[in-house]
């Protein structure tokens, strides 16, 4: 009697336990289907809508920042590249060795200003594509396919995606959910190039976008970020001119250069000198101008050092500052920037590659 128990109870189990996995199964399956009917409708991303156009022009790579070098907005130059800047060859590392060419340029309003690339060079288009050009006229054929200087075009400059951005994605033919996080433009700009008809794409708000302000956005939904976009095309100017003083930010005279110098002490915050770092050299030392022409550098313990300064304009705003005790400083420097800012104004001058950062000391 007892097996006979037995086996009724293991036979009982056992259909209890098939048909709880056919529950759990199911169960399962009406999850996942529940979870995807939760999504809105208005929520996903079709790859020919207007946000996702919207989203790609913002996402497209920049090539107005080195115009200094091929005078093309559509394409950037890979670096480091070689060139020949008004017979100095010189090498450019990064973006900051822009400023080196625009110096050299800047530097005599006598001379006709030209530059050479040494090729061969590796560009970049819009779509992040990368392109090895061997000779002038190969670039030219792609800065033909470039609008001219200062002509719409399709990238968004004035508006900028913060990341990291999430994606989730659910595919109708495998019936699978899935997500991306994303972690730049190009990221972004490939996967939104990449989305299959059989892919629903639905962004994780909210997202934050900057812009061209430096005000932050919170984005709530694709009708947000469709709006966020469209309103911030014009907002600013996407500097797509050949000029290479153009980035300077000075809207100084030669008097209000001068009334500036005479307004406060200055510290050095930045100094380098062939490419080496000197600043620590003058850490506690502070300068003073005087209207009269004189300088006095202030050491940590109060020892004074006289020398002299004059403002001239010539191609732009110079400042000739001479030390006998320091004759690293001593040198004429052309102004490149003057930036008002909440600890004090901050100089940045130029002497081809050398360049001194001073900040306002006031008391």
């Not at 004059?310 to 400083?329: E, M």
Request: hydrophobic content about 35%; some cysteine; proline content about 3%.
């Amino acid at each position: 009697m007892k097996r006979i128990i037995k086996i009724v109870v293991v036979k009982l189990s056992l259909k209890i336990f098939l048909v709880l996995l056919c529950l759990i199964v199911l169960s399962s399956c009406r999850k996942d289907e529940y979870r995807f009917e939760e999504v809105p409708e208005e929520m996903p991303l079709v790859p020919t809508s207007v946000a996702a156009n919207l989203v790609q022009r913002t996402t497209l790579k920049d090539g107005s920042i080195d115009n200094i070098i091929d005078k093309a907005s559509c394409i950037t130059i890979k670096l480091p590249v070689s060139l020949v800047v008004n017979s100095l060859q010189i090498t450019v590392n990064n973006e900051d060795d822009f400023d080196t060419i625009e110096a050299i340029f800047d530097d005599s309003d006598t001379d006709t200003d030209t530059l050479v690339i040494t090729f061969p060079i590796t560009i970049i288009l819009e779509n992040f594509t990368e392109s090895l050009v061997v000779s002038e006229s190969e670039l030219n054929s792609y800065r033909n396919n470039c609008p001219d200087e200062n002509e719409d075009d399709d990238d968004i400059e004035c508006i900028d995606f913060n990341y990291p951005i999430t994606v989730t994605t659910y595919n109708t033919l495998i019936d699978e959910l899935g997500s991306e996080t994303i972690y730049t433009d190009k990221e972004f700009y490939e996967f939104i190039d990449d989305i299959e008809d059989y892919l629903i794409v639905n962004i994780n708000f909210p997202i934050e976008l900057t812009g061209s302000d430096g005000t932050f956005l919170s984005i709530g939904n694709l009708d947000d970020l469709e709006d966020a976009i469209e309103d911030a095309i014009d907002d600013c100017d996407e500097d797509d001119d050949y000029d290479s003083d153009e980035d300077d930010n000075i809207s100084a005279s030669e008097q209000e250069f001068k009334d500036l110098l005479m307004l406060c002490k200055w510290e050095v915050k930045e100094f380098e000198v062939d490419e080496q770092h000197i600043e620590n050299q003058f850490n506690g030392y502070r300068f003073t101008f005087n209207a009269d022409g004189t300088a006095i550098a202030t050491d940590a313990s109060n020892t004074d050092f006289n020398g002299s300064w004059t403002v001239s304009t010539n191609s732009g705003l110079r400042l000739s500052i001479q030390f006998a005790d320091f004759s690293v400083i001593s040198a004429i420097w052309r102004l490149h920037e003057i930036n008002p800012e909440d600890d004090g104004t901050r100089l940045d001058l130029r002497n081809l590659e050398d360049h001194i950062k001073l900040r306002q000391d006031c008391p």
